[in-house]
């Protein structure tokens, strides 16, 4: 009888888990969500273009430093502890591309509509986010989340990427202590 309660609270537990950042349930009572918002200098198709590039860029150079963060206000700090690292590595792909202007990186709350990615659908309202305004930052832009790391698997690295799943970790100590 104790193991059996024993593993429908593991049980429970994972489906919360799994839920929750799915949308099942109020995302706010969940997790707390760190944005990233790239705004490109203008909406010229050479601005535009060179946005996806940074993307690229930026995100290849933040997976190494969000693969071990499971917590929202870790990630903020690894984020601001890492301005210089962002903006080099996005003024970096501007220079190449001929570029003058460059990329300012911080971290602030702003307004974000309704956004839907695959099952997760974060509804409108302010969310801290991680900003790379690229020259004036008056252009369109691209937004996703660096916590959870979410939208990072569709950068050019992306295939070395290896999915953990802390989930499993954890039930695969539990299950050995029995």
């Not at 690229?56 to 690292?85: G, Q, R, T, W």
């Not at 659908?121 to 008056?138: H, K, N, P, Q, V």
Request: net charge negative.
């Amino acid at each position: 009888m104790k193991y059996v309660l024993g593993v429908l609270s593991v049980i429970g537990i994972v489906l919360i888990l799994v839920f929750c950042p799915m949308g099942g349930l109020n995302n706010s009572v969940c997790t707390e969500y760190l944005r990233i918002h790239i705004r490109a200098n203008s909406n010229s198709q050479a601005d535009q273009n060179v946005k996806y590039k940074v993307k690229d860029a930026v995100v290849d150079a933040l997976i190494p430093l969000l693969a071990d963060i499971d917590d929202f206000e870790e990630a903020k700090i690894v984020m601001s502890e890492n301005f210089s690292l962002i903006e080099e590595v996005a003024n970096e792909v501007l220079q190449k591309n001929g570029y003058s202007y460059g990329c300012k990186a911080q971290i602030d709350n702003e307004y974000f509509p309704t956004r839907v990615y695959d099952n997760l659908t974060l509804e409108e309202g302010f969310y801290d986010a991680l900003i790379l305004r690229l020259g004036s930052g008056e252009g369109d832009n691209w937004w996703c989340l660096v916590y959870p790391a979410f939208c990072f698997t569709n950068s050019s690295n992306s295939a070395n990427i290896v999915y953990i799943s802390k989930i499993w970790e954890k039930l695969k100590v539990y299950t050995r202590r029995k």
